[in-house]
């Protein structure tokens, strides 16, 4: 099998293809700090592409309640329960020489869903270690939502008892869709060579005139995001709103000029940032610490890969919630939680600045620029070890640039106030 090179587990593995890389690669920050479930970006989805008969159970876009919840339900501790019994006590991550830019999390020593298909004896060989959910586990999407840790009275409820000192109790919403991974576990599983990854913006297609719906896609995806549609006899999944993608709609943005996808336009918690990244033949994404996604993923490494070790290389990124135990997190998004949750807790002027863009404009932004402004303010914060710090706030201007290098959003620190005068408006406070 052919070796490629995947940064995030920060050494080559095995794959069923050479190595090729689109130009542009799809990629998004989700703040789950800021995650408030409120599912708008999961009905933006459904009301644009999964309403029809046989999509009835489709939700490319989900927001499921962790740790218990899932759709489909227990996707993730499944197959981490399969991927440890194909490598008993070997999943683990070499994070000592973390740092740089192949191996910023240090190295995965366990195996990937690639790699791990080889130990599969099920009754048919495997190219990504996997499983097919049963019409029951597609069921429900949001199934225990917004359940906790240790519910009161009932610390066994759901079989855990995870608690911090400080918390009691714990859970957070994590946003789903699609990573449009680098190297997808769908495609690889494909027997009929229909999955394809667009050399312009890395977005994961299915091409619905080669699929016969053999389903390995569903099964070969470690994330759980192709799905099967009954009244087609094919396989559907996130098209990343490509049409958006590529500028088409005049009505959302000049001609040509990328817009993010619907559930990225919807969030109201302000959790979201799309981009498109550059990439070079060699699958590293090109130096530009001006590109706010590269500035967030690669420059500040405050945003994880989700499941990084399964091997899809994926192209979600997320910050780590602060109060969920640190174990859980660095198994959901792997060695890099300590740093990311440091950075996250007290950012810097910059790091500020750039976190005020999410969901700023619907246009994708390519650039940013940052105008210093004064100091306001002190603010005393508890880092995740208990020691204080100072965080100084400083009323900075970030400006951000569209495709065509055109201004489009232009933001201060300090939200601008405007107190209406009371003998005009009656009803002033
Ligand atoms: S998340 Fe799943 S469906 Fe999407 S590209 Fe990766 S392997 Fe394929
Ligand atoms: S719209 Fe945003 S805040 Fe609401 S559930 Fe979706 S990701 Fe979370």
């Keep these: 099998m052919p070796k490629v090179f995947n940064w995030q587990v920060g050494r080559a593995m095995d794959y069923p293809f050479e190595e090729k890389h689109p130009r542009w690669q799809f990629a998004f920050v989700f703040n789950t700090n800021r995650c408030i479930g409120c ?8 009301s644009t592409w999964t309403f029809s008969k046989g999509q009835e159970y489709m939700w490319w876009n989900n927001v499921e309640s962790k740790p218990y919840g899932g759709y489909p339900q227990n996707w993730d501790s499944k197959l981490l329960a399969m991927l440890e019994a194909a490598n008993p006590r070997g999943q683990v991550w070499d ?139 094919t396989s559907e999944k996130c098209v990343g709103c490509f049409p958006r993608l590529e500028g088409k709609d005049d009505t959302l943005g000049p001609n040509g000029v990328p817009i993010e996808t619907r559930c990225m336009s919807a969030c109201v918690g302000k959790i979201r940032l799309q981009g498109l990244v550059e990439v070079g033949p060699d699958g590293m994404w090109k130096d530009d610490p001006t590109n706010p996604l590269y500035f967030l993923i690669r420059e500040r490494q405050v945003a994880l890969p989700l499941y990084p070790q399964f091997g899809t290389e994926p192209n979600g990124f997320y910050i780590p919630p602060r109060w969920v135990p640190r174990n859980y997190l660095v198994q959901m998004f792997g060695p890099g939680v300590d740093h990311a949750i440091e950075e996250y807790s007290c950012p810097d002027r910059k790091l500020l600045a750039v976190l005020q863009l999410f969901r700023a404009q619907r246009q994708i932004l390519f650039r940013f620029e940052i105008k210093e402004g004064p100091k306001v303010a002190e603010v005393p914060v508890r880092m995740p070890d208990g020691k204080m710090k100072v965080q100084e706030i400083f009323n900075d201007t970030v400006i951000g640039y569209n495709k065509r290098d055109e201004e489009v959003v232009r933001l201060t620190i300090e939200e601008p106030t405007f107190e209406r005068p009371r003998e005009q408006h009656v009803n002033s406070i």
């Excluded at 599912?39 to 459904?46: E, H, L, P």
Aim: net charge positive; hydrophobic share 30%; proline share 7%.
């Design 95 to 233: 994070a000592s020489a973390a740092g740089g830019v192949a191996k910023p999390y240090g190295t995965f020593k366990g195996q990937t869903v690639f790699e791990a298909a080889a130990h599969n004896v099920g009754p048919e060989p495997q190219v990504a270690l996997g499983y097919l959910p049963t019409d029951a586990e597609w069921r429900h999407p949001n199934i225990h939502e917004d359940t906790a840790t240790g519910a009161k009275g009932r610390p066994d409820q759901y079989g855990g008892t995870a608690q911090l000192p400080e918390h009691r109790v714990w859970f957070f919403h994590l946003a789903r869709l699609c990573n449009h991974c680098t190297y997808p576990g769908c495609l690889a599983s494909c027997p009929r060579q229909a999955i394809y990854k667009r050399p312009e913006d890395g977005i994961v297609l299915i091409d619905q005139e080669r699929c016969r719906g053999y389903r390995k896609c569903v099964e070969g995806c470690p994330y759980k995001k192709a799905m099967y549609r009954g009244t087609t006899h």
């Design 39 to 46: 599912q708008t970006c999961t009905m933006a989805c459904k």
